[in-house]
Nanobody
Framework: DVQLQASGGGLVQAGGSLRLSCVYS????????IGWFRQAPGKEREGVSG????????VYVDSVKDRFTISIDNAKNTVTLQMNSLKPEDTAVYYC????????????WGKGTLVTVSS
């Protein structure tokens, strides 16, 4: 079974930092995209950042560029999202997902982890 286990959410003040991690296993993609989505209350889910396993290229939604950094450790099957300079509008449940293309080609999803940024 494909499993994606996200962790690292929590409560932080505006301007602070959090690091989300997602450990994944059980799929046989040779080359894949893995990334993070978020959904805030009353809003649609959006792709935050994704990274491709074969070359490490990353994509970011405009609202997090220069604040968030995604990285992948293929040996440990772990993808990490370092979130700096957090804003209240970053408050959401964050989900890890994997597929063939980010953000529209995700096939498997993990359970979310809540990030709350207080003002």
């Amino acid at each position: 079974d494909v499993q994606l286990q996200a962790s690292g959410g929590g409560l932080v003040q505006a301007g602070g930092s959090l690091r989300l991690s997602c450990v994944y296993s059980g799929f046989t993609f040779v080359n894949y995209a893995i990334g993070w989505f978020r959904q805030a209350p009353g809003k649609e889910r959006e792709g935050v950042s994704g990274i491709y396993s074969f070359d490490g290229s990353a994509v970011y939604v405009d609202s997090v560029k220069d604040r968030f950094t995604i990285s992948i450790d293929n040996a440990k099957n772990t993808v990490t999202l370092q979130m700096n300079s957090l804003k209240p509008e970053d408050t959401a449940v964050y989900y890890c997902a994997v597929g063939w293309r980010f953000p529209t080609g995700m096939s498997y999803w993990g359970k979310g982890t809540l990030v709350t940024v207080s003002s």
